[in-house]
């Protein structure tokens, strides 16, 4: 049986990748003017209706934020709490699980590094494999390592092949994968979604 997931976005992110879509990040042309806030209690709550099987905290970049009291509220309502971090930032608050995604502008902590219980490298260009492997392969202990083609780059066969022979080659912990809920409009379906908007402010690329 499949687990339900409850996503948590906080807003802001200070490392600016430039291919980001993510909407805690907002090119200046496409800030909302109204953006409704939300604390600790009234997030766990909204969290808790759903009973999801865990909550991930995301963003943006969810480390910039002091998470202490959200996930002891989560946890107080029986909630299992993961957190996706570019990992660098020191974490504040108790996960159960962290997904680490290392980003070349601001790279992940030695600690976070070693205490992640999974990494994700975004593939963005044929060497990024090689380049994190040599970067942050002798700190990491997670046996999970996902290879994710960046989403604007999906159908490039190079970043593609590149993903496929390296998991051929070394099997695991490495394994490919896919950012699905895009395919699934898991975050567009929601009616508390905004529209698509390019956040690096490339119309055509459309982040
Ligand atoms: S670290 Fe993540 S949220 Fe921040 S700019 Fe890069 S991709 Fe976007």
């Known amino acids: 049986m499949g687990k339900s997931a409850y996503f948590i976005r906080t ?12 909407a805690g990040t907002w090119h200046k042309d496409y800030v909302p003017k109204d953006i409704e806030k939300f604390n600790a209690i009234e997030l ?24 202490k009291e959200l ?12 957190l996706e971090t570019s990992g660098a930032f020191e974490i504040k608050g108790q996960f159960d699980w962290v997904t680490l995604s290392p ?26 494999i090689d380049y994190w492997v040599d970067k942050i392969g ?3 202990k997670s046996d999970h390592i996902w290879l994710h083609p960046e989403w604007s780059q999906r159908s490039d066969p190079n ?22 809920h895009k395919i699934f409009k898991a975050d567009s ?19």
Not at 11 to 22: L, R
Not at 189 to 206: A, F, I, W
Request: hydrophobic letters at 35%; proline letters at 6%.
């Open 71 to 82: 996930t002891a509220e989560l946890h107080n309502r029986g909630l299992v709490v993961h």
């Open 159 to 180: 970043i593609i092949n590149s993903i496929t022979k390296w998991v051929k080659k070394h099997g695991s912990p490495y394994r490919a994968g896919y950012q699905l």
């Open 103 to 128: 980003k070349e502008l601001k790279m992940p902590l030695k600690e976070n590094l070693r205490s992640a219980d999974e990494i994700k490298i975004i593939v963005d260009r044929k060497d990024a």
């Open 138 to 140: 002798s700190l990491v």
């Open 189 to 207: 379906l929601d009616k508390r979604s905004r529209l698509t908007v390019p956040l690096g402010g490339n119309k055509e690329l459309g982040y």
């Open 44 to 67: 766990a709550d909204m969290a808790a209706e759903h009973s999801p099987d865990f909550v991930v905290v995301t963003g943006g970049e969810p480390a910039v934020h002091d998470l």
């Open 11 to 22: 807003f802001g992110c200070p490392v600016h990748c430039p291919w980001c879509d993510s």
